[in-house]
């Protein structure tokens, strides 16, 4: 009876002392990372724009830093690139401007089908190489039933990022129809010019969506222009994201937040060598 006694001790001993073992190799692993258990309560994913919301996060856990998730391309069609850059052709333009470097640019992703707004009247955003003097004219042109156009002759004394808004007495751009729209840079009166003129031009297109309740949720809650901009570039709508930050960048020029937005935003569809541009005026 002893032996047997002995006997149950000791795999009782030996049992506790492997389940012991196990106990401290689990914890080990969690505490380590190794070992992850699902998150509770997460929201399901939205059929629309699937990708988008892929990998998008909490307002509370990204409340400051653009990052800009483009949405995907569409299915069964060959997208084509947007240009948004443009060095002209041989020309006195170029002769006016001979020591510039830098090009026409859009500032918009690659791609067509990732330029989305929310706005029924959106902004568009360029950066302009030449100082006014330089050049005749701009001609902002959007391809709408009514044919909205509009011609500036510029102010500006020096190279910089400048900014157009369809008007509110324009008819608003309908949800989910693409709208193509180019900016051309005379380098003479294209009135008077017998000779075809000197042009840079660069070209996108734009698409409205529909308002997403989740992101219209999240933008209720946001307090600041960095927040609301994030949540913008989160789902994928690039010019409202670009133009909240935009507006409040060139406001306040001091505020490192809103600078360092403005360069992430940028720098998310490759356009890191604009962010650092002066703004200008039209």
């Known amino acids: 009876m002893n032996n047997l006694r002995q006997y149950c001790q000791k795999n009782s001993y030996r049992k506790n002392s492997y389940q012991n073992k196990t106990i401290a190799l689990i914890l080990a ?13 997460r929201s399901s994913i939205p059929e629309k724009f699937p990708n988008i919301f892929a990998t998008r996060k909490t307002h509370r856990q990204n409340k400051s830093g653009n990052r800009f998730q483009a949405p ?18 041989s020309g006195s333009c170029e002769r006016q401007n001979s020591a510039a470097t830098e090009f026409l640019t859009a500032l918009v992703p690659k791609q067509n089908h990732q330029a989305l707004t929310a706005d029924s009247h959106p902004t568009f955003w360029f950066y302009i190489p ?9 001609k902002f042109r959007l391809e709408t039933e009514s044919g909205y156009q509009v011609v500036v002759k510029p ?15 324009e008819k608003p751009l309908e949800i989910g129809k ?6 051309f840079l005379y380098c003479q009166d294209p009135e008077t010019t017998s000779s075809k003129p000197v042009t840079f031009f ?10 997403i309740n989740d992101m219209e949720n ?32 060139r406001a306040d020029l001091t505020n490192e937040e809103l600078a360092r937005d403005w360069v992430n935003l940028l720098s998310a569809v490759e ?6 541009k002066p703004f200008a005026d039209l």
């Not at 692993?29 to 309560?41: D, H």
């Open 271 to 276: 356009l890191e060598d604009i962010a650092k």
């Open 130 to 138: 030449f100082p006014s003097s330089n050049f005749h004219s701009l």
């Open 218 to 249: 999240q933008l209720k809650i946001a307090t600041t222009a960095s927040e609301k901009s994030a949540i913008y570039a989160r789902y994928g709508i690039w010019h409202d994201a670009l133009t909240l930050i935009g507006n409040s960048h």
């Open 178 to 183: 693409d709208y193509k729209w180019a900016l």
């Open 72 to 89: 995907p391309p569409p299915s069964g069609t060959q997208e084509r690139p947007a240009k948004r850059r443009d060095a002209g052709s």
């Open 29 to 41: 692993l969690v505490f380590a990372g190794a070992i992850e258990f699902p998150a509770q309560g």
């Open 155 to 169: 102010k500006n004394d020096k190279p910089g990022i400048v900014s157009f808004t369809i008007p509110p007495t």
């Open 202 to 211: 660069v070209s996108s297109s734009i698409r409205r969506i529909a308002p």
